[in-house]
C-alpha cells in the first residue's frame, strides 16, 4: 500500500529547461547548449562534492554549473547577467500535466525530496502556487550531502513517519530513482526522454512517460 509520495522537484515537477528561453535571450541561438551544459555540470557537482566531502548548496553549484556552461562556450558574462540568468531558477516552469498529476496522488500525503536548498525550493514552490499539494519540502541542505547517498532517502522516510515501502518516491531521473529504490523505497520513474534503464543494479517498480501517467497507475493502491 502507498501511503504517501516524495517528489524529485527539478527535472520532475519543474522543467530545468525552462530556463532555455531566458539563455537565448541573452545569447542568441546557445540557449539549448548552454541548458544541457549547465545542468549536466551542476549534477556532476553535487555528486562529486559529496564524494570529496567538501559541500555547498545546490545554488552555489547551480551558479558554478551555469558558469562553467559559459566559459566552455566562450560566451561573455557578469555577475550583474548571472543573476538575472539564475533567477529563472526561481520561476522554472513546471511540467503541463503537474496539477492534474498532483491532485490525483492525492489524499496521500505528498511532499518534496531534493537537492535543493531550502530558499530555491521555497521560491519556485510558491511561484507556482504548489504549496497547497505539499505538506512540506525536504531538501538535502539538512545533511550538507547529495542524492543518491542513502541518509538522504532516510531523511523522507523520517518525516513521513510511514514505512519506506509505503513511499512513492517519484522522480525523472533514472540515477535518483535508482537510488531511492536502493534504499527501499517503491519508485517511480518518469522517462519522458525513452532512456535506457540506469545499470545500478536495481530497476523502478514503475516506468512511465509522464506524471499523470503515474499518478493513474498507483490511484488505488
Known amino acids: ?28 541561438g546557445k540557449g539549448a547548449q548552454i541548458s544541457q551544459i549547465w545542468r ?98 525536504i531538501s538535502v541542505d539538512e545533511l550538507k550531502v547529495f542524492k543518491p547517498k542513502p541518509d538522504v532517502y532516510a531523511l523522507t522516510e523520517k518525516y513521513l513517519n510511514v514505512k519506506k515501502e509505503e513511499i512513492l518516491f517519484v522522480s525523472c531521473n533514472g540515477w535518483d530513482a535508482a537510488g531511492a529504490k536502493n534504499y527501499g523505497f517503491t519508485t517511480g520513474w518518469i522517462n519522458r526522454n525513452d532512456e535506457p534503464i540506469e545499470k545500478l543494479g536495481n530497476e523502478p517498480d514503475f516506468i512511465v512517460k509522464s506524471l499523470i501517467e503515474l499518478a493513474q497507475k498507483v490511484k488505488g493502491l
Request: proline content about 4%; charged content about 25%.
Open 1 to 28: 500500500m502507498i501511503k504517501a509520495c516524495a517528489f524529485d522537484a527539478y527535472g520532475t515537477i519543474y522543467d530545468v529547461h525552462s530556463v532555455t528561453e531566458k539563455c537565448d535571450q541573452v545569447w542568441p
Open 40 to 137: 549536466l555540470k551542476q549534477l556532476q557537482y553535487s555528486w562529486q562534492r559529496s564524494l570529496m566531502g567538501n559541500y555547498q548548496n545546490f545554488w552555489e553549484l547551480t551558479k558554478f554549473g551555469l558558469k562553467y556552461a559559459l566559459e566552455m562556450l566562450k560566451l561573455p558574462h557578469d555577475d550583474k547577467i548571472l543573476d538575472e540568468v539564475l533567477d529563472k531558477y526561481y520561476h522554472l516552469d513546471p511540467y503541463s500535466d503537474v496539477t492534474e498529476a498532483l491532485e490525483t496522488f492525492a489524499p496521500r500525503e505528498l511532499v518534496i525530496m531534493s537537492n535543493g536548498s531550502p530558499d530555491m525550493l521555497d521560491k519556485v514552490i510558491s511561484n507556482n502556487g504548489h504549496y497547497k499539494y505539499f505538506t512540506r519540502f
